[in-house]
């Protein structure tokens, strides 16, 4: 391994940052140069804080020591930046979704490509232990073949706790183009691709009242989707159902489950790095899957609700650095975040048109991380958490 990092930039100084320059400083791989953001005022700020550098968009682009930009601006934003990171010459690491549309991914991805230049993209939740040892357990056929499964992510929503939840309830909002990177990409990771899906949608309640801050008690009009129950094919032939909604006060289902014809797993939410997977052996009782082998399961972050988890975002962009380096691929990949983008956007257009919608986007799963891989792959960069991220 190297022993200099790669200098990165950050665009987009908003609540995610902190975590990404955290995570930095707990790499020897990368380093951040420089933030910057379209509002001056918040990127010198968030330098100053989390000691930076500080450099306008333009400076930052323009920095030659700097070889890879991540792009932490609003979903609305990501295609432009990207684009610009791109023609700047630097390989680019986008938070999710890709774009806000699978014409505008495929054009960045070809764009890099003419450029011989990287695209990253987020979530890399799928690096952390518990999804690469379930990788591990499904590889080495502990459930045998993979039938069928299902997937949930049920809730109220965020309006109680978020001060200005109003893009959550608008077009483009909704749970599936929220949470639904994370599910998809972690299914992804396990399975393979999606061929084909089919989706219905439902809005259970017509409006939402703000719980906190300043707008407290205002309602919002919902005009999205807020429930969606969808069907897909993967391309193994392995069928799962999806459920996302918030209009859920209470449930009891798991985040995953995964059916084989030897036995199931239930997968830990794929919002985190390092809760407990469970195994069967065909009806058997479960068993806890050991996970301490693999990097990137210790708990370092507590949660509003008091709960602790893994959080280790930015793992994937010191995956792409080393890839850099070795000539191989990254894992957190332009074309994976391609493909789950064109999954999650057909969800919205099949329940919208009542159609099967076929993916017409295949990529490869990522190379896994075995127990093997992890101190040369990571080496370093799996220290302890300087700090907690709020
Ligand atoms: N907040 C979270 O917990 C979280 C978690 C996971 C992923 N994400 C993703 O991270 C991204 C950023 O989320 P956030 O919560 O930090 O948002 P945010 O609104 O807090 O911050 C976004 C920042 O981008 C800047 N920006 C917007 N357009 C820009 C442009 N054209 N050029 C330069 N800067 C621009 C804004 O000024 C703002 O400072 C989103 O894609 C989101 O989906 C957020």
Known sequence: MSASPMNVGIIGCGVISTAYIRGATRSSHIRVQSVADIREDAARSQASAMGVGYATIDELLADPSIEIVINLTVPNAHADVSRRILEAG????????????????????????????????????????????????????RIGKVLGGAASFLSRGMEAWHPNPDFFFKPGGGPVLDLGPYYITVLVNLLGPVRTLTATASTG???????????????????????????????????????????VWKHQRSPIEIYGTEGSLLVPDPNFFGDEPKVSKRA??????????????????????????????????????????????????????????????????????????????????PIPVSPGDNELVFEASNQPHPGKVA
Not at 113 to 135: I, K, N, W, Y
Not at 216 to 233: H, M, Q
Not at 317 to 345: F, N, Q, T, Y
């Open 90 to 141: 630097k390989h680019v690491y986008s938070e999710k979704p890709l774009t806000v549309s699978v014409e505008q991914a495929q054009a960045l991805l070809h764009f890099a490509a003419e450029r011989g230049l990287r695209v990253g993209c987020a979530p890399d939740t799928f690096l952390g232990a518990s999804h690469q040892a379930c990788r591990a357990l499904l590889d080495e056929g």
């Open 205 to 247: 309640y017509p409006t939402r009242r703000i719980g906190s801050g300043d707008r407290a008690d205002e309602e919002i009009i919902v005009e999205t989707p807020t429930s969606y129950s969808a069907l897909l094919t993967f391309e193994s032939g392995a069928r799962f159902t999806l459920d996302a909604s918030w209009d």
């Open 284 to 365: 058997e009782e479960w068993q806890a899957v050991d996970i301490s082998a693999f990097a990137f399961g210790e708990r370092n972050r507590t949660l509003r609700t008091g709960r602790e988890v893994a959080d280790h975002r930015s793992i994937g962009v010191v995956d792409m650095a080393l890839a850099i380096k070795d000539a191989r691929p990254h894992r957190a990949s332009g074309e994976l975040a391609l493909h789950v983008l064109e999954v999650l956007l057909a969800i919205g257009r099949s329940a919208r048109e009542s159609q099967v919608v076929e993916i017409g986007s295949r990529c490869e799963r």
